[in-house]
Nanobody
Framework: QVQLVESGGGLVQAGGSLRLSCAAS????????MGWYRQAPGKQREWVAT??????SYAESVKGRFTISRDNAKNTLYLQMNSLKPEDTAVYYC?????????WGQGTQVTVSS
């Protein structure tokens, strides 16, 4: 079992930045993927970014603006979000997969005002 707790969300103006954190209750091997998803009001949850081993990948909508990283010593996943747009407004969720199990955090709200 692993618990994931996101933090760092808030209200920011368009063009601003936020850094989200996802703290895991125990160490997660770098071979286990960790990622960020988001869900805007009235929309389905969508993938934002993933890191596995030393590789990263991003949705086209955030590429060049968001950076995913992990600090294995701190059991923490990050999402640095720059040049934020109103359409980035959503609840952001952290996710990891360990064996056959998928774990989600409770989410953190990000609101970008125009």
């Amino acid at each position: 079992q692993v618990q994931l707790v996101e933090s760092g969300g808030g209200l920011v103006q368009a063009g601003g930045s936020l850094r989200l954190s996802c703290a895991a209750s125990r160490s997660i091997f770098s071979i286990n993927p960790m990622g960020w998803y988001r869900q805007a009001p009235g929309k389905q949850r969508e993938w934002v970014a993933t890191t596995i081993s030393s590789t990263t990948s991003y949705a086209e909508s955030v590429k060049g603006r968001f950076t995913i990283s992990r600090d294995n010593a701190k059991n923490t996943l990050y999402l640095q979000m720059n040049s934020l747009k109103p359409e980035d407004t959503a609840v952001y969720y952290c996710r990891t997969v360990i064996g056959p199990k998928v774990y989600w955090g409770q989410g953190t709200q990000v609101t970008v005002s125009s």
